[in-house]
């Protein structure tokens, strides 16, 4: 990939910035356990996706969706037999997941300072629920280093045509940053953006993009966030 000189440099934040799905994956580990008088974990763990999509539309992403997503899986897989005590169990899971502790991962903080030094306008472009993106973003310290924040419902050509549009920056002149190939990287370049992904070591099954669907692509790729910086010299 030959990296045009970018005018705006947005950055994804869970999975990218500090770790977020092994989380959202304990939890699931969890509510399988209060479940598993009703089968075993794959096939629970199937079912909440099932729920997940349907109700995407309605629930959008984060912790708040998924609090809603086990309590209607347990609801349904239980015939509605489900206790308050379980019920309560789930939401206690779900409630974890709005507190833990942000620790950005290694990298982080060397390649965004080194960024900012340079003279980058940097922006944090994630989607969520925005209370929870914005709280997971102040406790991890990491605000100061950013112009702008940008916290969207859903990742896809024409959000990132919006928030360009927005901030008066041409396509061409803006690079993303993230660890999703179908958030930050397809729906960038369908903009004729550019996009450096960095794979986290797991990723939400939503988030997988068959491989068929990026050949002929160009965009960068590393394996460690700090190899950012090589594209950037």
Request: glycine share 8%; aromatic share 6%.
């Amino acid at each position: 990939m030959l990296l045009r000189q970018p005018q705006l440099i947005a950055f994804d934040a869970d999975d990218t910035l500090w770790p977020n799905q092994p989380h959202f994956d304990h939890v699931e580990r969890e509510m399988c356990a209060i479940l598993a008088h009703c089968g075993d974990p794959v096939a629970i763990g199937a079912h909440l996706y099932q729920v997940q999509r349907h109700n995407m539309h309605l629930y959008g992403y984060g912790a708040k969706s998924l609090m809603l997503t086990m309590t209607e899986t347990a609801i349904q897989l239980t015939d509605g037999a489900v206790t308050g005590r379980e019920i309560q169990q789930l939401l206690d899971l779900g409630k974890r997941l709005l507190d833990f502790p942000i620790e950005p991962l290694p990298g982080v903080v060397e390649v965004l300072s080194e960024l900012k030094r340079r003279g980058h306008r940097l922006m944090v472009l994630t989607k969520g629920d925005l209370f929870d993106q914005e709280s997971k973003l102040a406790r991890s310290g990491l605000g100061e280093l950013f112009a702008w924040v940008e916290i969207v419902s859903e990742k896809n050509p024409a959000t990132y045509q919006r928030v360009l549009a927005r901030h008066g920056v041409d396509p061409a002149a803006f690079l993303m940053i993230g660890n999703s190939l179908k958030s930050d990287i397809l729906p960038v370049l369908a903009v004729g953006g550019q996009a450096i992904h960095v794979p986290y070591h797991t990723t939400w099954v939503h988030e997988e993009v068959p491989a068929e669907q990026l050949v002929g692509l160009d965009f960068g790729r590393a394996e460690a966030l700090v190899e950012v910086l090589t594209y950037l010299k």
